[in-house]
C-alpha cells in the first residue's frame, strides 16, 4: 500500500488527471492475458517523456516497482504487478511520428497498435513484418518489449530485427538514446537490442525507430488437410527441405479445428491437422511457389489440398487461424484454454516428434491440449484445456507442463519462440539459459539497482507457477 503522501507527490508529478486510485480500476489493471493477477497500489497514465522520466524517478527514489504496460495481451504474466506499486499505462502514446518510406524507417511512441501502424504504411505500399495473432490489439512497446512475432517470422523474422533505435527512460529517470535511424549500425554494444524482449525489467521505452519493407505484390495460400498429423509435421520439414521459403506455414490440429469451427463457423475440414501455407512475392512466382508447395503436401501424404489468391478467402483463412486462442476456451462446456506451455520452438525437423511427445503427456495426465502454431519456424502453440475450478487440475497441467517443457529441452528447443518469459514460463528458461542466468542478473543489477522495473519476473521468478492466479 503506498501512502496518501507518495500518491499525492505521484499525482504532483504526473497529473491528478492520468491518475487512477479506484478499487476497480486497480483491480482491472491487475490482469493481462495470462492465468495471473495481482492489482497494482495505483495506475499512471503515461503521456510524454519528460513525464515519464519524472514519476520514475520519483519511483526510484521512494522505492516503488513500477511494471509498463501496453494493451495487456502478455501471455506468461509479464505486465502483473505481482509487488503492486505503479502500473505505467502507455495505450495513450499513440503518435506516428514520422514515416519516411525513402529512408525505410518510421518513428512511433510505444502505444501505437500494430495494425493501426500497417494500415498507414499501406497506404505507401510499405509494412511492419511480424504479424502476431494479436495483431489488432498489441502495442509497438509491447511487441518489443517481448519481441513479438507470428506468422510472417519464418520468412521476415521478428520485432528484434526491425528495431533501430529506441528512446529509453532508465530506472533512475535518466532518458537515453540507443541505436541510430540507419539500416546498418556497426557502433558499439547494441544496447536497443537487448532492450527487445526486456519486458519492462530494464526500463520504459518512449520511442521506436522501426525499419520498414515494401508490401510484397501478391499472396496465396494453401489449405493442406491430413489424416495424420505426424504425416502434416513431415509435410512442414518437406516444404522448408524444399527451399522454398514461404511467408507463412501454419498447423492447427484436431482440436483446434473443431473449436474454430464450432465457435465460429470457418467450415474447415475435420481432419487430423491441417497446413496453412502462405506465399508471397511478384505473380507469376507466387503461382508457381504455391503450386509447388501442394505438390509437396500431397506428396506428403495430404488428403487434399486446396489454395486460393482471393483477398476475401485468405483474410477469413487467417482470421480462423488468429481465433485459435479464443475458440479453444469455448471448447467444452467446463474447460478453459489457460496460457501454459504455449509457445516453445523446436528445430523445424523435430516437429513431428514434439507433437506426439505433447499428445502422449496430454494422455498421460488426463488433460487435453490443443495443437497449432507457425510450425514452419518450429514455434509451436500448445494450449492447456481444464476447468481452473476443479480440485487437482492445476497440479495435473502444471506436471503436464513440466513434462511438455522438458521434451522441448531434449529436443533442443526453447521454452518462448516469441511470448515471452514472465512468470509462467521462468522456471523452464532459468533451466535453458543456466548458463547465461549469471550475466543476466549482473546487467539487471547494474541497470536497476534499486529493483524496481517489473521485479520478480524472468531470472528473478522464483518456486512454482500456479501462484497469483487469476482463478479463485
Ligand atoms: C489472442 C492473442 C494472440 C497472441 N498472438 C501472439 C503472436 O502471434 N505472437 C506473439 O509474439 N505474441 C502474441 N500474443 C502475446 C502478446 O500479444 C504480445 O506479447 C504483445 O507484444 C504484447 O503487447 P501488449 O501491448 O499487449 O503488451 P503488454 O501485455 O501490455 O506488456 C507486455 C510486456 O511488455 C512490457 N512493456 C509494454 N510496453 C512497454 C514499454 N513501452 N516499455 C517497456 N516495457 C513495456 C510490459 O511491462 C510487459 O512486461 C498474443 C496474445 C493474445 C491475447
Redesign the pocket.
Known sequence: MLSTAILKEIMEVAGEENVITSQAGLYTYGF??SIHHHSPDVVVRGRNTAQISALVKLANQRNIPI?????????SG??IPIHGGIILD?SGMTAVREVRVEDLYCVVE?GVIYSRLNNQLARKGFFFPPS???AD???I??????N????RAIKYGATRDYVLAMEVVLPDGKVMHVGTNTIKNSSGYQLEKLMVGS??TL????EITLRLLPLPEKRAIAVASFDDIEQAGQGISNVIASGLLPSGLEIMDSVCIRAVNRSMQMGLPECDAIILAEVDGPEEIVRRDIEKVADICRESGARDVDFTTDEKEMLKLWKGRKGV??SLSRYGRDSVSVSLADDMSVPISKLPLAIKQFQEIAEKHGIVIGTYGHAGDGNLHTKVLINPLEEGAWGRAEAAVDGIYRAVLALGGTVSG???I?ISKAPWMQIERRDSLEVMEAIKRAVDPQNIM?PG?IMQWKGSIIQYLRYP
Open positions: 493481462d492475458a511494471v509498463a504496460r501496453g494493451s495487456g495481451t502478455a501471455l509479464q505486465a502507455l510505444p502476431p495473432g494479436s490489439v498489441c502495442t512497446g509491447g511487441m518489443v518489449a517481448c513479438a512475432s507470428g506468422m519486458e519492462g526500463g520504459i521505452i518512449t486462442l479464443p516469441e511470448h515471452g514472465g517489473n519476473k
